[in-house]
């Protein structure tokens, strides 16, 4: 799916940044300092024109996993084309799905430099991209082109202001018991399957991957955390103990930055809520696990961010007579 947001790529978190270069390798002053500033990784060689290289940010850069160097105009003619960026659109959306990217920050390639009008680039955006899984955030820092393509959007169903993103939901859980592993799978299956981009380590983890910043990254990046707490995930995370440890000491600078009107962390507790419940969530209101297997529709409200309160009514015309008969005395 293809939203437009007004700013730059580097205005908030994804799997994926994707930065604007010519077929030389060459980037403009503005994208090199943010490099710079951003301890990105940089390609050594050029790149062909219509292609795009995708490099590991290997921890380097905390908002995304990946950056991928489009090269989106031509050196030799200091110019781009429609077709160029058809092409690297085509690449990011195989290399999304090959990587688990589920959120992706791009420019209006070719806009610049290239001389491409930013609506024709959009629209080679809304053909290659629109109806994929991954959520792909187009970005211009000019308002007009922003106001432009936000009225496009708005009378398309699809782009309403109103449009409901796929929640980016981490869940974290002990793997010492295999019973909690096998919950905690089904039920990842279960979110994915009504529209929330459920993250765990047996979908996303793969060999040669940092743990500790997997866990950071995606703890970071998620819009909800759901800890499924046992006894051994209150263990951990009490005792500083392993990777709950770590997710502990993350999530608590994290909620404490967050403040008292914090939702993003929900407990789901397997078994006893006391027992079971590390001591810096014990104040939080949680899920049980016997509520959460009778219907899923609980916690989907609390994801989703649905208020659940009644439409409250009108006042009884017996309240408003005792009302005005009170106030004439």
């Known amino acids: 799916m293809l939203k437009v947001k007004r700013g730059s790529v580097f205005d908030e978190k994804c799997d994926l940044i994707v930065l604007p270069c010519s077929s030389s390798g060459s980037v403009t002053s503005w994208v090199k300092s943010e490099i710079e500033q951003n301890n990105l990784p940089f390609p050594s060689a050029s790149i062909p024109f219509g292609q795009i290289r995708f490099l590991s940010t290997e921890a380097r850069y905390t ?36 990587n688990d990217c589920s959120i992706v920050n791009i420019p209006l390639l070719g806009t610049g430099a290239g001389g491409l009008d930013a609506v024709e680039v959009f629209e080679v955006y809304e053909r290659v991209v629109d109806r994929e899984s991954c959520t792909v955030n187009a970005y211009t820092p000019d308002k007009k082109n922003y106001q432009l393509l936000l009225g496009r959007g708005s009378t398309d169903d699809s782009r309403a202001d109103d449009f409901i993103e796929h929640p980016r939901v981490f869940i974290s859980y002990s793997w010492k018991d295999d019973s909690v592993k096998n919950w905690v799978f089904e039920l990842a299956k279960t979110l994915c399957a009504n529209g929330v981009d459920a993250r765990i380590d047996r979908f996303h983890l793969r060999p040669g991957m940092d743990l500790p910043q997997w866990m950071t990254n995606e703890l970071i990046k998620a819009s909800k955390v759901l800890l499924v707490c046992d006894s051994h995930y209150a263990e951990k995370a ?51 696990k016997a509520e959460v297997d009778k219907d899923i529709k609980t916690l989907l409200q609390y994801i989703f961010e649905i208020d659940t309160a009644p439409e409250i009514g009108k006042i009884p015309e017996w309240v408003k007579q005792k009302k005005i008969g009170a106030k004439s005395l």
Do not use: H
């Open 63 to 98: 908002k995304a996993d990946f950056v991928g160097y489009a090269a989106s105009v031509d050196a030799k003619t200091t110019s781009s084309k429609l077709s160029a960026i058809e092409q690297i659109s085509s690449s990011l959306i195989t290399y999304c799905k090959q």
């Open 238 to 288: 009490d005792m500083r103990k392993a990777g709950v440890g770590w997710e502990t000491m993350i999530i608590q600078g994290d909620m404490m930055l967050q403040g008292d009107m914090n939702t993003k962390y929900i407990v789901i507790a397997y078994g006893d809520f006391e027992k079971n419940t590390p001591i810096y969530m014990k104040s939080k209101l949680g899920i049980s």
